[in-house]
């Protein structure tokens, strides 16, 4: 087809002169004298009339259908260039065939032909993103595998030294017959937006650590007093036994592990998705919270109705989430009360129910629970849920919560088992 357009005119040209010459060679033979040589130089003539009339309209139509798709093209251009986020297009196999301008500057492309060109055949061209196209391989696989919009975050280095996050959509399109067509992919910049989420997730940590301190305070005075006592009794008798070493340094070590467990709220984490032990970030929850909850009277009790089930996501996280429940839930009974949560398994995933006999909520603000800061503390900044149910949502789970006046709250988090 690219050969025809480009030599239109020269193959117009050779059969023009090829029907002229044949046609004479033709009408030569039959003679001058007959009425049919007449006949035939008329019909010669208006046969080529027709035939160039014909061609010159297909040619009109063509030049104008090519130039309104000229003119689509330079409006989608346009469009995509002008858009503050990456947009590239690929074929069925995977080679580039347009990327915007932002692209371009992205992956420092401006002075590379692309075009055609697949990413590993790019990763070799451009050696600083070649991670980062290599692992776009897997990524097209994974939305060519779904057959649907597929949308995931992908974090990566760029040329002036940040870390920039997408969050990115690509939509795999299809012929007909569903064969494949091309890659639609679009990616959206959120590095501010993450950096900002962090920035409110560590606010909301520090303000957990913050009211925890007064039960945590009380947990260390323990130990401190018997260490003083100990100190004053050597003072006094002038002999270090060794029970008293070891009984000073149990006490420091006790003091150094309630300080380490706050650290893991206080400090920033890299989000990091690994398989871990419901059972043993429980525990650790129970460990940070029980300080508090006999400060004000609560017991706390475990129902665990089936075997340590293994979980896939990031623990710190989920940490945060359990703690933010269980402070809400101790919030809710400042003259005592009992906190219960239950495990079950409901086919391929955990259900955690935390109940509390708090004085419960109304449904007006029920309704409200977990929008951004909206909160029933006089204290609090009403990000607490609000982050939690996004953390659960990131671990592919659900959390539901309910509650009743005069019986009290429960809230129910539902996540994934984890499947080798």
Same mark, same amino acid.
């Given at each position: 087809?690219?050969?025809?357009? #480009?030599?239109?005119?020269?193959?117009?040209?050779?059969?023009?002169?090829?029907?002229?010459?044949?046609?004479?060679?033709?009408? &030569?033979?039959?003679?001058?004298?007959?009425?049919?040589?007449?006949?035939?130089?008329?019909?010669?003539?208006?046969?080529?009339?027709?035939?160039?009339?014909?061609?010159?309209?297909?040619?009109?139509? #063509?030049?104008?259908?090519?130039?309104?798709?000229?003119?689509?093209?330079?409006?989608?251009?346009?469009?995509?260039?002008?858009?503050?986020?990456?947009?590239?297009?690929?074929?069925?196999?995977?080679?580039?065939?347009?990327?915007?301008?932002?692209?371009?500057?992205?992956?420092?492309?401006? &002075?590379?032909?692309?075009?055609?060109?697949?990413?590993?055949?790019?990763?070799?061209?451009?050696?600083?993103?070649?991670?980062?196209?290599?692992?776009?391989?897997?990524?097209?696989?994974?939305?060519?595998?779904?057959?649907?919009?597929?949308?995931?975050?992908?974090?990566?280095?760029?040329?002036?030294?940040?870390?920039?996050?997408?969050?990115?959509?690509?939509?795999?399109?299809?012929?007909?017959?569903?064969?494949?067509?091309?890659?639609?992919?679009?990616?959206?910049?959120? !590095?501010?937006?993450?950096?900002?989420?962090?920035?409110?997730?560590?606010?909301?940590?520090?303000?957990?650590?913050?009211?925890?301190?007064?039960?945590?305070?009380?947990?260390?005075?323990?130990?401190?007093?018997?260490?003083?006592?100990?100190?004053?009794?050597?003072?006094? !008798?002038?002999?270090?036994?060794?029970?008293?070493?070891?009984?000073?340094?149990?006490?420091?070590?006790?003091?150094?592990?309630?300080?380490?467990?706050?650290?893991?709220?206080?400090?920033?984490?890299?989000?990091?998705?690994?398989?871990? #032990?419901?059972?043993?970030?429980?525990?650790?929850?129970?460990?940070?919270?029980?300080?508090?909850?006999?400060?004000?009277?609560?017991?706390?009790?475990?129902?665990?109705?089936?075997?340590?089930?293994?979980?896939?996501?990031?623990?710190?996280?989920?940490?945060?989430?359990?703690?933010?429940?269980?402070?809400?839930?101790?919030?809710?009974?400042?003259?005592?009360?009992?906190?219960?949560?239950?495990?079950?398994?409901?086919?391929?995933?955990?259900?955690?129910?935390?109940?509390?006999?708090?004085?419960?909520?109304?449904?007006?603000?029920?309704?409200?629970?977990?929008?951004?800061?909206?909160?029933? #503390?006089?204290?609090?900044?009403?990000?607490?849920?609000?982050?939690?149910?996004?953390?659960?949502?990131?671990?592919?789970?659900?959390?539901?919560?309910?509650?009743?006046?005069?019986?009290?709250?429960?809230?129910?988090?539902?996540?994934?088992?984890?499947?080798?």
């Amino acid at each position: 087809m690219d050969f025809l357009t #480009k030599y239109t005119a020269l193959i117009y040209l050779f059969i023009s002169l090829l029907w002229i010459f044949s046609t004479d060679l033709l009408i &030569n033979k039959i003679g001058h004298s007959t009425l049919l040589f007449e006949y035939l130089q008329y019909a010669k003539g208006l046969i080529f009339a027709v035939v160039t009339t014909i061609l010159i309209h297909f040619i009109i139509k #063509k030049h104008k259908a090519h130039k309104e798709a000229e003119e689509k093209e330079n409006e989608l251009s346009i469009l995509i260039n002008s858009m503050p986020d990456f947009v590239s297009f690929k074929d069925g196999k995977g080679r580039w065939l347009k990327v915007n301008d932002f692209g371009k500057a992205l992956y420092s492309l401006e &002075n590379v032909d692309y075009v055609g060109k697949t990413d590993e055949e790019l990763a070799e061209m451009v050696p600083f993103f070649k991670e980062v196209f290599l692992y776009s391989i897997e990524s097209d696989n994974n939305a060519w595998n779904a057959g649907i919009l597929t949308r995931c975050e992908e974090s990566f280095d760029v040329m002036s030294g940040e870390i920039m996050t997408f969050d990115v959509i690509k939509v795999p399109l299809y012929d007909e017959s569903h064969n494949r067509k091309g890659l639609l992919t679009i990616g959206r910049d959120i !590095t501010q937006q993450k950096a900002a989420e962090t920035m409110l997730l560590r606010k909301e940590k520090l303000s957990v650590v913050g009211e925890l301190a007064a039960g945590i305070a009380h947990e260390i005075r323990n130990p401190l007093t018997s260490i003083k006592g100990f100190v004053q009794l050597m003072k006094e !008798t002038k002999s270090i036994p060794q029970e008293h070493f070891d009984i000073v340094l149990t006490e420091l070590e006790r003091i150094n592990q309630i300080v380490s467990e706050m650290l893991v709220l206080s400090k920033p984490q890299m989000k990091i998705f690994n398989p871990f #032990k419901l059972k043993s970030l429980i525990d650790h929850v129970l460990k940070l919270t029980s300080h508090e909850a006999l400060l004000y009277g609560i017991d706390i009790e475990v129902i665990n109705k089936i075997d340590n089930p293994t979980l896939y996501g990031d623990s710190n996280q989920l940490i945060q989430v359990f703690i933010n429940i269980i402070k809400n839930s101790i919030d809710a009974m400042p003259k005592g009360g009992k906190i219960i949560i239950i495990i079950e398994k409901n086919n391929d995933e955990i259900e955690i129910f935390i109940k509390d006999t708090g004085a419960g909520i109304p449904q007006e603000r029920l309704d409200r629970i977990g929008e951004p800061f909206f909160t029933l #503390k006089e204290k609090g900044m009403g990000l607490g849920l609000t982050i939690s149910n996004k953390i659960i949502h990131e671990h592919k789970g659900r959390m539901d919560i309910s509650s009743e006046i005069g019986q009290g709250t429960v809230v129910k988090i539902s996540l994934p088992i984890y499947d080798n």
